[in-house]
């Protein structure tokens, strides 16, 4: 308890000091959130010797002495695998770190000397790095604490598409045949939230985002539990919420209702206020090209599900007394990952996509008066730029190998700069191709703007 109290106490003296940072890494499922933690530790503890990264100011002056971890905060939370996820790009062939399975943390003390030598100043400063990661599919929760049991039922019936029905059809025939004052019967809800997990999953492979409950596709160790047993009712109104409210206990509304109100406070409340609550700086992740890929109903759904997102975080300027006590976001940068996924000239396109995609939280951040950068990177770079000359003419192309281990020069089509109209769509000019990593070489990971990234979200703090 003293300990406790001691470390928080350091704690907030650090961050008086500015010099703690807590970085949210946001990014849903599949985003690119373990390997752009991966590659951050990596280029930072490469730092001074053999990273690369000269658009971050610290570095290219040759003041970043490089980076530690160091014993994390919270000491009941798994240490972020970064032993395990680099031994795996190192094997050989190389392979991508596996999916996240639960929560982690990491803290890395960054030592520099600062720009300014002064009196009484120290010759190197150190600025510690709080991160975390979790698996994408919890992230959606946090919007989830926005509603109750019948705003949330009415929202997953209006937002689906038919792509996302025909998944979920088994479930809408089930469901459609219950009536919300109708007694319970515990099998059959069982059922029922099994089928309504079963099409989530399916919609999961299918490339959809937007997809709540979280721990229906990642129960974890609540695998069974009955709060993991419920689903939304169709064919609810605003208007009816005074009748629904007073349907006795065990009536299937009222059940329904109650499981969906423990998962809020037993399961997401917990989540959201120990992880998601202290963050000084955010990067939010999106895989822009897997979406594309993926078709207009996929697209427009992660659109949705980014949007409902950022309204969970706490963004504003910072005082002094904020800085202490209620942390909130001062700075944020949105990134499209996988930019190795297409040849360079393609990247400006792949921005100005990501900012037409998060056009609304945007326009709030604007008002709010935020700093947001847009940029495209890859955390860990597969491929190689090339030119192919065809006929007197250079093109731009990718050298990289496939999953499946084949050497592959190719095109993969051109990034649409707004957001595509029916004509893309029908035409489906893009080819995305899963690479495998490239075979490790001495030093830090291979990167495309891992440098810029990291001096809009912590390089002021660096000087
Ligand atoms: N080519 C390329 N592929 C990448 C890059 N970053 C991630 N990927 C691919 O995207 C997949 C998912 O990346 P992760 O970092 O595991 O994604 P995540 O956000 O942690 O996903 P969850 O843990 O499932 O939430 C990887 O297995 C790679 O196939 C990158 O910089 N370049
Ligand atoms: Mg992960």
Redesign the pocket.
Same mark, same amino acid.
């Given at each position: 308890m003293a300990q406790d109290l001691t470390r928080d106490l350091m704690d907030l003296i650090e961050r008086g000091r500015d010099r703690q940072l807590r970085l949210a890494v946001t990014?849903?499922?599949?985003?690119?959130?373990?390997?752009?933690?991966?590659?951050l530790v990596d280029q930072l503890r490469h730092s001074g010797l053999e990273a690369r990264l000269d658009l971050l100011s610290a570095a290219r002056e040759a003041r970043l002495l490089g980076a530690q971890r160091v014993a994390q905060q919270d000491l009941g939370v798994p240490r972020f695998p970064f032993d395990q996820a680099r031994a795996a790009l190192e094997e050989t062939p190389p392979r991508?770190?596996?999916?996240?399975?639960g929560i982690s943390e990491l803290r890395l003390k960054i030592r520099y000397r600062p720009a300014r030598q002064a009196w009484l100043r120290p010759e190197t400063t150190e600025l510690t790095l709080d991160l975390f990661?979790?698996?994408?599919?919890w #992230?959606l929760d946090l919007p989830l604490l926005e509603h109750d049991y019948l705003s949330w039922s009415q929202a997953q019936f209006a937002d689906a598409g038919p792509a996302r029905r025909s998944m979920l059809a088994s479930f809408y025939a089930e469901v459609e045949e219950l009536t919300p004052d109708a007694e319970i019967d515990e099998a059959r809800l069982a059922a029922i939230s099994e089928h309504y997990a079963e099409g989530l999953r399916a919609a999961r492979e299918a490339g959809f985002s937007d997809l709540q409950p979280g721990r229906f596709l990642l129960p974890g160790e609540l695998q069974g539990a009955p709060v993991l047993q419920f689903f939304p009712l169709p064919g609810l109104a605003e208007q009816d919420a005074e009748t629904l409210d007073k349907l006795p206990e065990a009536s299937v509304y009222a059940q329904l209702a109650k499981r969906f109100a423990y998962y809020q406070s037993h399961i997401v409340r917990p989540f959201y206020r120990e992880h998601f609550r202290r963050f000084d700086r955010q990067i939010v #992740?999106v895989?822009v090209l897997?979406a594309l890929n993926a078709g207009p109903e996929r697209f427009e759904d992660l659109s949705r599900a980014l949007t409902r997102l950022m309204q969970s975080f706490n963004y504003g300027q910072r005082s002094l007394f904020s800085r202490l006590f209620t942390p909130r976001i001062d700075r944020l940068a949105i990134a499209a990952?996988?930019?190795?996924?297409v040849t360079p000239e393609q990247h400006q396109h792949l921005v100005a996509l990501l900012e037409a995609l998060l056009a609304e939280p945007l326009k709030n951040l604007k008002y709010a008066n935020i700093p947001v950068k847009a940029l495209s990177?890859?955390?860990?770079?597969?491929?190689e730029a090339r030119e192919v000359s065809h006929q007197g003419h250079s093109t731009p192309a990718l050298k990289?190998t496939t999953?499946d281990g084949e050497s592959l020069l190719t095109f993969p089509g051109e990034v649409p700069s707004r957001l595509p109209t029916a004509d893309f769509w029908t035409r489906q000019g893009f080819d995305f191709i899963?690479?495998r990593?490239q075979q490790a070489a001495p030093g830090a990971l291979p990167?495309?703007r891992m440098d810029a990234a990291l001096e809009w979200l912590i390089g002021d703090k660096l000087t």
């Open positions: 990014g849903l499922s599949r985003a690119g959130k373990t390997a752009f933690l991966t590659s991508w770190p596996e999916p996240t399975r990661d979790y698996p994408g599919e #992230l #992740l895989d897997g990952t996988k930019a190795d996924h990177l890859a955390s860990i770079r597969a491929t990289g999953l899963a690479f990593p990167h495309i």
